[in-house]
Each structure stands twice: as structure tokens, then as C-alpha cells.
């Protein structure tokens, strides 16, 4: 018996240990958090100068709806000062690509305020890479330019309304949070007070839509239990950022440059970059898409150029010394299926092509990350394996194909750059 009961424990031990691990504690749901406001920009914006204004994050971010609504905000608040856009939004992307293309999609067009909204794509990062890549963030813009201020900005799924309505910031918020006390950098979480209203009847959170969506009660965010809905779920962002603002006011000092303080990781990734592809790194059948390409004017913003591996053996290689590497590409219904070889390990296959692939989307290849300091070889190649494309989609996407087969038939890559942290050789 005292086998049995020292057994016992010891399960018990062992299983609240990993449960411990895994438990990474949850700050309290507060819609604003000012810290130290947003003292360059008030102070700009309220002399009348000209600024601009920058928007990395998702789709949520991508869509027309709180970026555009936003800005036409502060437009009407501070009409004696002209306001820019910076769309620094790719829908389906975490930080973790966030990082890497700051500096071309954001930073180099010189913003004088920066949101960053990565918590929904985040949702499923660990804390420990939440850190790594939104440091990186924060890093690499105040080393551009220390008096660009920054605001966090928190979305959510309806898979969050649980933690929010029991008074929790979902995990990859609370993880952002403790950057945010880190740096003084002020934040919102948009959605205290959608979750509020969820619980109270006032808002549906999934739903059909209806034909005057503006008038249905209870209000409808949105349609997919993700992305809100431009005339209902996003006006309720911009109001958060609304009642933000006065606290922002507040908190917010003389004009100053903010301080490259400590990291909280050494290990965080404000030397992550895009590196352009280069002819010498290609062999094989490759074509550089022109300009007037359907891809490459829909992704011309984020990847100006594009290159297209068009048969079986094309091949990307590439060495570089340093600890982390990718490829930024595109998943589509032609992907085809890569493989992927670093230094002397075996290869590995991946897809570029998913479940949601009846269009093509802007992605990430990951090679490594968290690699030993020092020189890698890369080599990625494009397979002659004709990939099930019926089974890769998801069951509610197959008709899709059925009706444009033809869509799917090509099994092909499109790669725009490299994804770095270290230098490429």
C-alpha cells in the first residue's frame, strides 16, 4: 500500500510539475495599461507637424476596418497636423515574420507611432518566442529611430472570451505585457470590453450575418469567431483606443528619446532581417516573376521581387553565419512540396500548400531557429512528388477544387527573400 501511495505521488508530482511549466500566469484584464504614453508623437501631432503612422499586425490589422477607422479618428482630433498611413499588415503572420520585415514594410518609411498587434496569430506561440521575436520589435525600432513611440494592441477570438471574462488577459497578451512594463510602452487590450458585453446579451460573437447588420440587435462582431465585422466588431476597437487616449494624454511627459535599456532576453531577436535572393543561390528552372504578374502585383507592398522554382530540382542555397534562417514565400493551390535540408542533417519535406489554400498567401519557411552560433548551409528544393491537394484542404475546401481543378494542377514555390538572424555569406 505504501508502494502504491508513494506511486501516487509521485504521479501526482510529476504531473503538476508539467502542468507548472506550462502555466505561464495571466495578467488581469485592463483595457489601458498608459505606462509612458506617447509623448513624440502628442507632442507633434499637437504642434500641427505632419506624422505618420504605422500598423504591423494580422488581418485583423490587414482588414479596412480599426487601422482605417483609427487614423480618420485622429485625423478629426487633430486637424491641424497631416497624417500618414504606414500598412505594415500581413493576414495569417505572427511576430515571429512580424520581426524579420519591420524594418522593409515599416520602419524604413520613418513612423512616428507604431501599433503592433500580433495577439490573436500569437495565440498558440509560447511565451518564451512571444518574447524573443516582439523584443526584437521594440529593439530594432528604437534603434532606428529612439523617438518613434510604440503602443501594444491586443485583439481576440472567441476562443479568448473565457479568460477575458474571468478577469485574465489571454496568455500571449499577459506575455506581451511583461515587455510592455519592461520598456514603459503603453498599451490596450480591445477587447475587455467586447467581452464585457458578450456576457451581458449585448453582443453576438459569431453569427450570421444579417441584411442591416448596423441595426441588428444584439450587435453582431462577427461572422467566423475571428475576424470582426468592419461595420460593428471594428468600431468597437477604435473606441477603445478612444477612451485610451486621455490616459495616454496623461501619462505622457516631455518629448524624449527612448532608452535601449537591458533586454529582458539576450536571446531576442532584434537582429532578425530580410535578405534579398540572389541569382548565384539559384539552380535549376527559375523564373523571376515580372512586375505585371497577378502575384506580383498583389504582393508588390510586401515582396517586390518574387521567384518562381518551375520544375522538379529548382533549388535555393544559401550559407550564413548566425542562429536563426527562413525563406519569406507564398502558400497557394500550385505549392508544391519542398525539401529542406540544413547543414548535414536529413532532409525534411514540407508543403506549400494547406488547408485554407483556395488562394495564395503571403508565409514563412522556417529552416532554424535557436541554432548554434556559427556558419550553416541551407539547401531547399522543389520535389517531383504530386501531392494529394484533395486531402490537404479542408473538408469545407474541396469544392473548391472540384469546381477549378485546374488551379491545383501546377505543384510549384514562389520565394520572395531570406529570413535572417546573422549574416548571409
Not at 139 to 166: E, G, S
Not at 307 to 317: D, E, I, N, R
Not at 325 to 338: E, T, Y
Not at 385 to 414: G, M, S, V
Amino acid at each position: 500500500m505504501n508502494v502504491i501511495r508513494l506511486l501516487v505521488a509521485a504521479l501526482v508530482i510529476s504531473s503538476g510539475a508539467v502542468s507548472l511549466a506550462d502555466d505561464y500566469p495571466l495578467r488581469d484584464a485592463v483595457e489601458c495599461h498608459p505606462r509612458g504614453g506617447l509623448p513624440n508623437f502628442l507632442a507633434k501631432v499637437d504642434a500641427g507637424e505632419a506624422v505618420k503612422v504605422a500598423y504591423l499586425g494580422g488581418s485583423i490589422t490587414a482588414a479596412p476596418g480599426w487601422r482605417v477607422q483609427s487614423l480618420e479618428w485622429l485625423r478629426e482630433q487633430y486637424p491641424q497636423a497631416s497624417f500618414a498611413e504606414i500598412h505594415a499588415a500581413i493576414g495569417g503572420t505572427g511576430s515571429d515574420l512580424g520581426v524579420f520585415r519591420l524594418q522593409r514594410d515599416a520602419l524604413r518609411h520613418q513612423p512616428d507611432l507604431l501599433f503592433v498587434e500580433f495577439a490573436v496569430n500569437d495565440g498558440g506561440t509560447s511565451p518564451e518566442q512571444i518574447h524573443k521575436a516582439m523584443e526584437g520589435i521594440v529593439r530594432q525600432t528604437w534603434q532606428a529611430n529612439p523617438h518613434t513611440d510604440i503602443c501594444f494592441v491586443y485583439t481576440l477570438t472567441i476562443k479568448m472570451l473565457p479568460d477575458l471574462q474571468a478577469g485574465k488577459m489571454p496568455r500571449a497578451a499577459s506575455a506581451m505585457e511583461e515587455l510592455a512594463d519592461h520598456y514603459g510602452i503603453p498599451s490596450i487590450h480591445f477587447g475587455v470590453e467586447v467581452a464585457r458585453m458578450e456576457a451581458a446579451g449585448e453582443l453576438t460573437f459569431k453569427g450570421a450575418k444579417p441584411k442591416d447588420v448596423v441595426a441588428a440587435k444584439p450587435l453582431l462582431f462577427s461572422t467566423d469567431g475571428v475576424h470582426p465585422l468592419v461595420q460593428t466588431g471594428h468600431p468597437l476597437y477604435v473606441q477603445a483606443i478612444q477612451r485610451s487616449w486621455p490616459k495616454f494624454q496623461h501619462a505622457s511627459g516631455k518629448p524624449a528619446a527612448h532608452e535601449l535599456i537591458e533586454p529582458l532576453r539576450e536571446d531576442n531577436w532584434q537582429a532578425a532581417r530580410l535578405v534579398p535572393i540572389r541569382a548565384d543561390m539559384l539552380t535549376g528552372s527559375w523564373e523571376k516573376l515580372p512586375t505585371d504578374h497577378t502575384l506580383s502585383k498583389r504582393f508588390q507592398r510586401n515582396m517586390p521581387e518574387l521567384y518562381q522554382a518551375t520544375a522538379p530540382g529548382a533549388k535555393l542555397s544559401f550559407t550564413f553565419k548566425g542562429t536563426a534562417a527562413g525563406v519569406f514565400d507564398i502558400l497557394g493551390p500550385d505549392g508544391g512540396q519542398l525539401s529542406v535540408r540544413r547543414d548535414d542533417a536529413e532532409p525534411v519535406m514540407r508543403n506549400r500548400i494547406d488547408g485554407y489554400c483556395t488562394y495564395h498567401r503571403m508565409a514563412k519557411l522556417n529552416v532554424g531557429t535557436d541554432l548554434e552560433p556559427g556558419t550553416h548551409s541551407v539547401e531547399i528544393t522543389l520535389t517531383p512528388t504530386q501531392l494529394d491537394k484533395r486531402e490537404i484542404l479542408f473538408e469545407r475546401n474541396r469544392a473548391n477544387l472540384d469546381a477549378d481543378p485546374k488551379k491545383y494542377q501546377d505543384h510549384t514555390w514562389y520565394a520572395s527573400s531570406l529570413m535572417v538572424i546573422g549574416e548571409v555569406e
